[in-house]
Structures are given as C-alpha cells and as structure tokens.
C-alpha cells in the first residue's frame, strides 16, 4: 500500500473555507461551553496591540484534562458525545470554527486546579507540512490571562483566535449587535434555562422568533409524536409547535419583522436552534403567511436520518417526516392565510367608495349602448326604456380568494355588479390608491365589461361563454396577482 497523506498545507487552507459565517462558528464554540456544563460564557472582539483583532470566548465548564485536550484540537477528535443531549458533532467545531475566523488558536483550560495549554497555527502547520500543534502546562501568563477573562473561575476553558483576517465586518459595533441578535435567537432555550451568554461584557437576551410570551400569540399545536424516522422500526419522538403571530398594524408588524423573510420552520436539534424561517418544501412563501412560524425539535440521535452536516446549518426531510409535516402543518397554514385574505379584504374596502362611476353611468345613460331584450316590442311596450333607464350599482361582498372577481345582475337596463373583496386584484388595487380617478376608472371598465356579458346572453344560449370569460378573467386576474 502507498501513503496517501493528504497535504497538510492545501487541506487546512481549504478547510477555512466550510461554509461558516462568523456567527455560526461563534456559536459553534458557545456549543463546545455549553456541552462542558458552563452557566456563563463570555464572547468578547476587539482590536489587541499588534493592531490584529482578538475573539476570546471563556466559560466556567468542566474544563479539559491532557487527554481531551489533546483530542480537541485535533481534526475529527475522538471525544464521546451524547448525540441526545450534546450540541457539538463530529469533533470538528474548535477547529473548524476557529480557523474560518483567524489563523491563530491558543486555548488555555482549567481543570482540578491544572492549567494546560494548547496552541494551533495555520502558518505553522503550512510551513512545517504536516498538521501539529503545541499542548503543555500552562505559563503564568497564559494563567493570569484565563483568570481575567473568566473572571477567577475554578474551573473552564477560555478560547482565544488572533491572525484574524476572515472577519466579515470590521464595523465592531455592528458586528457584536448582530452576533448578540443571533445568540440570543440560537440559544434561547438555554437562555431561558438560566444559562448566561455574554458579548463584550452586554448580556444576551433570549429572542423568540415564535413570541411565546405574547398573549395575543396564537399557539395552534405543540405536541410530541412518535415517527420512524431513521426507518429502524422503532419510534422516536420529534416535536413540533405552531403559532399564528399577533395581527398587528402594517407599521408594527414591519417594525417586529413580522414578514416573508422570517415566516416559516425554526429547527431545533438539542433545544439549539441550527436553522431558522425554513419552508422545507412544505409551503410557498407569502404575505398571507407572515403570521405563520414552527418550531420543529429533535435530538442529535436523528442527526444521520435528518441529513445535519457538522456545521449544524440545517436539514433534509425524507418522505416520512415530510408528509407527515405536510399533514400535520398545512391545515394550521391555510387558516392563517384565510385569516390574512379576510383582514386585507376588510382593509381594501375601507373607505372606498363607488359612486363616482355610478354617477358617470347616470350622466351618460342616453348615449350608452342599448341591451333591450329580444321580447321587447318598443312600437307596442313605449315604457320600457322611460322605466328602465341605464345605471349601475356597486356592492360588496366576502366571496374567498377563489371566487370571481366580481359577479352581475341585470334589473331591465340597471346593473348591479358585486365586487370580491377577498379577490388579489381588489386587495392589490383598491387597497393600495386613493385616486378618485382610478378607482372610478376601473369601475368603469368592471360596469362595461359587466354589460358586455349582459348583452351577448340576451335571448341567447350563451350563459356558459359568459361564466366561462368571467372565471378565466378571475383566475388570471389571481394567478397573476399572487
């Protein structure tokens, strides 16, 4: 057999290159402190006196002896996990996360009153041509350091990546907001727990895409289900909770994000949120779902089943989980968006008014065209067109988004037309303008079209050429508009 070493260069150069942002691999080393048992953890990123940036992250876990450390700063450690309850996978996060930020790795760690030491640098490892690293008892400065990050913790583990120069915003202020939006979001199950999270000294909040807390939330399922999902025949329990947001103005909503971009599935393997607004191939996105989000939870043991790489960024659904998601979600979906079509069709129709065409029609009814019917022997009947003069009369109804635009009626020359207010076209038009002149423009173009149909069914055996142009006008009208 030949040696088939990879090169140890080209690979740790490629492995910078994994796919992490900044705020996944920081969350990344937040698992690492939370799996060591760590109740607070401390994030700090500034700029050190070499003019290089420094990211520490400390906590007061269990710390490490030589042998896991030893394993922890190695490429696919082999250090056991509790895939129910651990948030790391695969012994890939301290490296692979630390790198695609800065070229430099020195953990200091604390355990049964022994520091050690431990350093990994990418330039070392690119100059030497093979992967090495530096693991001995801590120096006295390496020492006081631990103490001042962790705050004099008896115990822990304090991570500190220098040589950065992966960072994707050098804007420190914009970057730590972000970083602790994120957090929070990520770990608020933790958080919530009593676990304390910590950047540049501001403590993390626990932010709730599904806003629990709020009593005008609608929770509309949150239950435990047993399902083969890595087919070995037996059940294993995956969680899914449902929630219609709170109807708020336009205003609020957008001020709260309630919209497209985070409506949707928030999963949670281990209580740690590892993707977020997903629609797994289950629904469209749309405005009528924005109220709409999911928490989808399941242990690290479905890893395999689930398709969760090591970076923990998200999941493939197979068959099983996806019908039964299908089943289980799209009753709760459709109720929300029907709640959505009936508030926009309410909001569409507030204020308007119709009878600036109903005027026009009245002024110009002599000139309009005649639909008198065939039955009709004006040399005999002289009252018929006094007593049937040409006008029109707008109403209003609640007729679904699947239904007509608008339906019509003829009372001798007189035509009501009944608009859809819960059809797109009459949410997107008469909800979005004020004009006076465009309103009664397309009320004018809806009454003709509205006597055209009249006239061709006149005496005529073409009522269903009639319903046939109305329900393709309709339904392109929508396809449209959606």
Same mark, same amino acid.
């Given at each position: 057999?030949?040696?088939?070493?990879?090169?140890?260069?080209?690979?740790?150069?490629?492995? =910078?290159?994994?796919?992490?942002?900044?705020?996944?691999?920081?969350?990344?080393?937040?698992?690492?402190?939370?799996?060591?048992?760590?109740?607070?953890?401390?994030?700090?990123?500034?700029?050190?006196?070499n003019n290089d940036y420094l990211l520490t992250i400390s906590d007061d876990g269990d710390g490490m002896n030589e042998a896991t450390l030893d394993q922890a700063l190695?490429?696919?450690?082999?250090?056991?996990?509790?895939?129910?309850?651990?948030?790391? *996978?695969?012994?890939?996060?301290?490296?692979?996360?630390?790198?695609? &930020?800065?070229?430099?790795?020195?953990?200091?760690?604390?355990?049964?009153?022994?520091?050690?030491?431990? @350093?990994?640098?990418?330039?070392?490892?690119?100059?030497?041509?093979?992967?090495?690293?530096?693991?001995?008892?801590?120096?006295?400065?390496?020492?006081?350091?631990?103490?001042?990050?962790?705050?004099?913790?008896?115990?822990?583990?304090?991570?500190?990546?220098? *040589?950065?120069?992966?960072?994707?915003?050098?804007?420190?202020?914009?970057?730590?907001?972000?970083?602790?939006?994120?957090?929070?979001?990520?770990?608020?199950?933790? @958080?919530?727990? #009593?676990?304390?999270?910590?950047?540049?000294?501001?403590?993390?909040?626990?932010?709730?895409?599904?806003?629990?807390?709020?009593?005008?939330?609608?929770?509309?399922?949150?239950?435990?289900?047993?399902?083969?999902?890595?087919?070995?025949?037996?059940?294993?329990?995956?969680?899914?909770?449902?929630?219609?947001?709170?109807?708020?103005?336009?205003?609020?909503?957008?001020?709260? *994000?309630?919209?497209?971009?985070?409506?949707?599935?928030?999963?949670?393997?281990?209580?740690?949120?590892?993707? =977020?607004?997903?629609?797994?191939?289950?629904?469209?996105?749309?405005?009528?779902?924005?109220?709409?989000?999911?928490?989808?939870?399941?242990?690290?043991?479905?890893?395999?089943?689930? #398709?969760?790489?090591?970076?923990k960024n998200g999941i493939e659904l197979n068959d099983t989980v996806t019908g039964w998601l299908k089943q289980m979600t799209m009753p709760q979906i459709t109720t &929300?968006?029907?709640?959505?079509?009936?508030?926009?069709?309410?909001?569409?129709?507030?204020?308007?008014?119709?009878?600036?065409?109903?005027?026009?029609?009245?002024?110009?009814?002599?000139?309009?065209?005649?639909?008198?019917?065939?039955?009709?022997?004006?040399?005999?009947?002289?009252?018929? =067109?006094?007593?049937?003069?040409?006008?029109?009369?707008? *109403?209003?109804?609640?007729?679904?988004?699947?239904?007509?635009?608008?339906?019509?009626?003829?009372?001798?020359?007189?035509?009501?037309v009944t608009y859809n207010i819960e059809h797109p076209f009459y949410q997107v038009f008469f909800g979005n303008t004020e004009n006076s002149d465009l309103i009664d423009?397309?009320?004018?173009?809806?009454?003709? &079209?509205?006597?055209?149909?009249?006239?061709?069914? &006149?005496?005529?055996?073409?009522?269903?050429?009639?319903?046939?142009?109305?329900?393709?006008?309709?339904?392109?009208?929508?396809?449209?508009?959606?």
């Open positions: 057999m030949k040696d088939n070493t990879p090169n140890a260069g080209k690979l740790i150069e490629s492995l =910078r290159s994994t796919g992490y942002s900044n705020y996944s691999a920081i969350a990344d080393l937040v698992d690492n402190s939370l799996d060591a048992h760590a109740t607070n953890v401390k994030i700090k990123i500034g700029n050190s006196t190695r490429l696919g450690s082999d250090i056991p996990k509790d895939n129910n309850s651990d948030l790391g *996978k695969f012994g890939m996060g301290l490296i692979t996360a630390s790198i695609s &930020i800065g070229r430099k790795l020195v953990v200091v760690t604390k355990q049964h009153g022994q520091y050690l030491t431990a @350093i990994h640098d990418v330039d070392e490892i690119i100059d030497k041509k093979e992967f090495i690293k530096e693991l001995r008892r801590s120096t006295e400065q390496e020492m006081n350091t631990f103490a001042l990050y962790t705050g004099g913790a008896m115990h822990g583990t304090l991570v500190l990546i220098s *040589k950065i120069d992966h960072l994707q915003s050098k804007n420190l202020t914009q970057f730590t907001g972000k970083l602790m939006n994120d957090l929070g979001e990520i770990f608020r199950e933790y @958080i919530n727990a #009593s676990k304390h999270l910590y950047v540049n000294d501001k403590d993390v909040l626990a932010r709730d895409p599904l806003m629990l807390n709020d009593v005008e939330t609608d929770v509309m399922l949150d239950e435990t289900f047993e399902l083969d999902i890595d087919g070995d025949g037996e059940p294993d329990d995956i969680r899914l909770r449902i929630v219609a947001l709170p109807r708020l103005s336009e205003t609020e909503s957008e001020s709260i *994000k309630i919209n497209q971009f985070n409506q949707g599935f928030y999963i949670m393997r281990n209580n740690r949120q590892i993707a =977020r607004a997903e629609t797994l191939g289950i629904f469209t996105k749309h405005n009528y779902s924005n109220r709409f989000r999911a928490e989808l939870f399941f242990s690290g043991s479905l890893d395999g089943a689930l #398709s969760v790489n090591f970076t &929300i968006k029907n709640q959505a079509v009936k508030a926009g069709a309410r909001k569409a129709n507030e204020g308007k008014t119709h009878r600036g065409a109903e005027r026009i029609v009245e002024t110009k009814g002599n000139v309009l065209p005649d639909f008198k019917p065939e039955t009709v022997d004006e040399s005999v009947d002289t009252s018929w =067109r006094e007593n049937h003069k040409n006008g029109v009369e707008f *109403k209003t109804s609640e007729n679904g988004r699947l239904g007509s635009l608008f339906e019509h009626e003829s009372y001798g020359r007189k035509i009501t423009a397309v009320d004018c173009l809806v009454y003709s &079209i509205a006597v055209g149909l009249t006239k061709i069914t &006149i005496g005529q055996d073409e009522q269903k050429l009639a319903d046939m142009f109305s329900e393709t006008m309709s339904s392109t009208l929508r396809t449209l508009l959606n």
